[in-house]
Nanobody, 126 residues
């Protein structure tokens, strides 16, 4: 059973930056495709970014492309999301997710990930 713990959320102003972290334990981190999702009040959980396990290729939602950067440190079993130029529309609970068998075509679907963190709140004021 993999455990995922997010950290780094907080309250910031529009235009500020934050870096989220997600630490994995209980499994071999480099065998997992890792994703970031977010959920705003009253909305469905949506894909933000992912990094594929074998290639290290990265993928982004159009809404964050050019502002957010996903990365991983396999030696530290940790996933990161660097978020720049934040806007109030980025306000949400951010979750990291992991899966060892996900295929590229479904990388944006929350239902395809087996393991989830508890989430970290990001609030961006205008």
């Amino acid at each position: 059973q993999a455990q995922l713990v997010e950290s780094g959320g907080g309250l910031v102003r529009a235009g500020d930056s934050l870096r989220l972290s997600c630490a994995m334990s209980g499994r071999t981190f480099n065998r997992y495709t890792m994703g970031w999702f977010r959920q705003a009040p009253g909305k469905d959980r949506e894909f933000v970014s992912a990094i594929f396990r074998s290639t290290g290729n990265t993928y982004y939602a159009d809404s964050v492309k050019g502002r957010f950067t996903i990365s991983r440190d396999n030696a530290k079993n940790t996933l990161y999301l660097q978020m720049n130029s934040l806007t109030p529309e980025d306000t949400a609970v951010y979750y990291c997710a992991a899966d060892s068998t996900i295929i590229l075509g479904t990388i944006r679907l929350p239902s395809q990930y087996d393991y989830w963190g508890q989430g970290t709140q990001v609030t961006v004021s205008s």
